[in-house]
């Protein structure tokens, strides 16, 4: 468009020149021409009259010079700008192929237009989508994309199979979750995986991009979160070395932020029903984000379910009497806190009866609300490392997460307006602070 008015502009502005080029002399010309068509003779300049110019052949001569140098400008001016609307047009041509080529190319993988997809790992924020979008995966393009599911590409395993890093195209890395468990209870969960994560969209929510049925072996493809579970950072290798009290902070934000989409804006509101460390997975920046929703259930459609969770997370009154509800989610919650503060496995094995298990609630539940002794359980990672009236205030809101009375414990929305203010702006939170330190706090 902005050529084409270019163009206009510059045939307007050559139409001008040649317009004032053929005035007066051209006119003149035409005068002459006529008359000398009338009276054979041409008029010497003695001859001609005082109102009319003389015509000398050099003027003549030279008025044709300019027509010819204005035509020739103008044709190559129309040369230019065809050739560079050419060169636009090809240019356009190839953006679009290179990105159709990448939508095909991920559309291979599956059945369903892409297009969803792309738009849905875009965006930022969505409410409950009424368009359930996922994409039916190639089961040799995933066999391909983590080299034949090798060992040495394995993420994690857990109690439904292994978890691969794939490459799905140049720069789009995943994590396939291999099911090996046949089992009705693993379809079931397959199942709802599929059907709740096509629904739900949010930052602090896993992405599903696609699943794969071949023949018994089913398959789920996720986002790639490159600093894999909060389980690994704190009690794989590292230690919580990589975990700085803001970045744990954050963690514990984008959880409850995760969890108040799923109880406060879904329709109907969903309970996780699984929430822990290893459940919570961590991009390259330590976003973190929900996963596992086999589990989940919508409200409302929670009746004669059977009893499911992890031990350590479970909530005393649904694990006595089955009574599930969105404050099952928040206890839950209160165990994540205290693992993030402490450092400590939610059920460990007793130092000196190694056959006994030690529950992590009932031994920190009283230490939390004592001020003098809390600073010396935290985990020595992070221990000195913060404001100690943060550090209580998380420790209040473990406390009340984890009251046995599920109507004592806060909704998870009052517990993310709680976190809020101890996290930095830079991190999500609304907490000030030098934004050196900011980065000081990230760093491990
Ligand atoms: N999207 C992902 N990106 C990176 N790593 C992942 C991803 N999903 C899972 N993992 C890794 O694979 C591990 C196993 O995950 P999986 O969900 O199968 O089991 P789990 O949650 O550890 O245990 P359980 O089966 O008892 O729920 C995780 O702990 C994590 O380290
Ligand atoms: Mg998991």
């Given at each position: 468009m902005n050529v084409f008015i270019c163009f206009m502009f510059i045939s307007v502005f050559i139409s001008q020149f040649l317009t004032f080029d053929a005035t007066p002399n051209n006119l003149i010309l035409s005068v002459h021409q006529s008359s000398s068509l009338a009276t054979a003779p041409i008029p010497s300049i003695a001859d001609s009259s005082p109102g009319v110019q003389p015509i000398s052949t050099s003027h003549k001569s030279n008025s044709s010079k300019k027509i010819v140098i204005g035509l020739t400008a103008a044709c190559l001016t129309g040369v230019i700008l065809v050739l560079i609307m050419c060169l636009m047009i090809c240019r356009r041509k190839k953006i679009f192929r290179s990105s159709k080529i990448r939508a095909n190319r991920l559309d291979q993988l599956r059945g369903l237009p892409l297009s969803s997809f792309i738009t849905r790992t875009n965006s930022t924020f969505k409410q409950t989508s009424l368009q359930p979008s996922v994409t039916v995966m190639d089961y040799n393009l995933l066999k391909t994309a983590t080299n034949d599911f090798q060992e040495s590409e394995i993420l994690g395993s857990g109690g439904f199979g292994r978890v691969y890093k794939a490459?799905?195209?140049?720069?789009?890395?995943?994590?396939?979750?291999?099911?090996?468990?046949?089992?009705?209870?693993?379809?079931?969960?397959?199942?709802?995986?599929?059907?709740?994560?096509?629904?739900?969209?949010?930052?602090?929510?896993?992405?599903?991009?696609?699943?794969?049925?071949?023949?018994?072996?089913?398959?789920?493809?996720?986002e790639l979160m490159p600093n894999g579970s909060l389980d690994t950072q704190l009690h794989g290798p590292s230690c919580g070395t990589?975990?700085?009290?803001?970045?744990?902070?954050?963690?514990?934000?984008?959880?409850?932020?995760?969890?108040?989409?799923?109880?406060?804006?879904?329709?109907?509101?969903?309970?996780?029903?699984?929430?822990?460390s290893s459940n919570i997975l961590l991009d390259s920046k330590f976003n973190a984000k929900l996963s596992d929703f086999?589990?989940?259930?919508?409200?409302?459609?929670?009746?004669?379910?059977?009893?499911?969770?992890?031990?350590?997370?479970?909530?005393?009154?649904?694990?006595?009497?089955?009574?599930?509800?969105d404050k099952s989610d928040v206890y839950a919650f209160g165990v994540v806190l205290l693992e993030l503060l402490l450092k400590?496995?939610?059920?460990?094995?007793?130092?000196?009866?190694?056959?006994?298990?030690?529950?992590?609630?009932?031994?920190?539940?009283?230490?939390?609300?004592?001020?003098?002794?809390?600073?010396?359980?935290?985990?020595?990672?992070?221990?000195?490392?913060?404001?100690?009236?943060?550090?209580?205030?998380?420790?209040?809101?473990?406390?009340?997460?984890?009251?046995?009375?599920?109507?004592?414990?806060?909704?998870?929305?009052?517990?993310?307006?709680?976190?809020?203010?101890?996290?930095?702006?830079?991190?999500?939170?609304?907490l000030r602070v030098a934004e050196n330190r900011v980065a000081a706090a990230l760093e491990p």
């Open positions: 490459q799905l195209d140049h720069n789009l890395l995943a994590a396939v979750k291999k099911l090996d468990n046949q089992s009705i209870d693993a379809r079931k969960e397959f199942q709802t995986e599929v059907d709740i994560l096509s629904k739900v969209h949010h930052p602090n929510i896993i992405t599903l991009l696609g699943y794969c049925v071949h023949d018994e072996t089913k398959m789920l493809v996720y990589n975990l700085t009290w803001q970045c744990r902070m954050k963690i514990a934000l984008d959880t409850a932020r995760g969890l108040e989409y799923l109880h406060e804006h879904c329709k109907p509101p969903v309970i996780h029903r699984d929430l822990k086999g589990l989940a259930v919508m409200d409302g459609a929670n009746k004669n379910i059977k009893l499911s969770g992890t031990l350590g997370y479970v909530a005393p009154e649904y694990l006595l009497d089955g009574k599930l509800t400590k496995r939610p059920v460990e094995k007793q130092k000196q009866v190694p056959s006994e298990y030690q529950s992590l609630v009932t031994w920190a539940m009283s230490q939390l609300t004592d001020r003098s002794k809390l600073p010396s359980i935290i985990d020595p990672v992070i221990r000195d490392t913060m404001d100690l009236k943060h550090l209580y205030q998380v420790a209040a809101v473990a406390v009340l997460c984890l009251q046995p009375e599920p109507s004592y414990r806060p909704l998870i929305t009052d517990v993310l307006h709680s976190l809020v203010p101890l996290v930095p702006v830079e991190l999500g939170g609304t």
